[in-house]
């Protein structure tokens, strides 16, 4: 029931652009494995074998600890509406943080608010898809603006001092690189 591709077809990067929410799986060699789902206009198929995402500060900052470590990395989508289908990617990821020089290119893809904490480059150096035939019906409302009003009220100094107290290591206790 499942099917594998080297590169995403124009198909299925149509589909991804119709979703709102994918999940993103990652690991360091050693300790826990996280998976966090992931949402708003943040995610942008750049080619075949490449897709970009903006992660906005959240209260752990797992990804980037873990790329640090090894940079393995899978995304996953669900259709919850139409037909059934599971899509994952999997690749090797690079963190592209505010001071690096490829930050501003990537901002040209993605706009980061206050809160884009770090970017993500895929690799893509599988597609598969499955047949999602127990993924539930789920209507879609709108995005949640709670982030986007925390980092306005704090501004860029309070989002970054956030960083410091809470985004520097993973629950794990590895580094991030956030303010390297």
Known sequence: MSDKYPSLSIELS???ARQHLFFVATAA????????????????VLGPNEILWLNLTGSGNETAAHLLDSNRMTLMWCAFEGPPR??????EAKTIHPNHAEWDSCVEYIPAPVSG???FKLK???VQTSCGFTVPFMDYQ????????WSEKRGE??????????NTTSIDGFPTGILD
């Open 29 to 44: 060699r050693d300790g826990r494995v996280n998976l966090s789902p992931k949402g708003h206009e943040s995610l942008r």
């Open 124 to 126: 893509i150096d599988l």
């Open 86 to 91: 599971i899509l994952r990617v999997y690749g």
């Open 142 to 149: 709108q995005d949640r603006d709670i982030l986007e009003k």
């Open 14 to 16: 149509e589909f991804i």
């Open 117 to 119: 904490r770090q970017y």
């Open 157 to 166: 100094d309070g989002v970054r001092k956030y960083w410091q107290e809470k």
